[in-house]
Nanobody, 126 residues
């Protein structure tokens, strides 16, 4: 069973940056598309970004495009999300997810994913 563990969340002031990491325990991630999602209090979980198996295809929600960057290091069995110019509305629990796929695309929808981490809290506040 693939297990994912997120880290890197925390409290940051508006305009600040954070880098989230998500690592697989044991399994390599080469055969998986990966994604980041978030859920704010009282709201549904939403897609933030995704990256294909090779890393050649990425996708972002409109609200984070130009501020967030998703990358992956298959050799380290990890996916990252660099978050810059953070806003209070970015406050949420952030989850990474994985889906085993043969596609060269990244998977954008929540229902596409089979494996989820436990989440890491990101709070943007002054």
């Amino acid at each position: 069973q693939l297990q994912l563990v997120e880290s890197g969340g925390g409290l940051v002031q508006p305009g600040g940056s954070l880098r989230l990491s998500c690592a697989s325990s044991g399994f390599t991630l080469d055969a998986y598309a990966l994604g980041w999602f978030r859920q704010a209090p009282g709201k549904e979980r939403e897609a933030v970004s995704c990256i294909s198996r090779s890393g050649g295809v990425t996708n972002y929600a409109g609200s984070v495009k130009g501020r967030f960057t998703i990358t992956r290091e298959n050799a380290k069995k990890a996916v990252y999300m660099q978050m810059n110019s953070l806003k209070p509305e970015d406050t949420a629990i952030y989850y990474c997810a994985a889906v085993r796929t043969y596609s060269a695309d990244c998977a954008a929808a929540i229902n596409d994913y089979d494996y989820w981490g436990q989440g890491t809290q990101v709070t943007v506040s002054s």
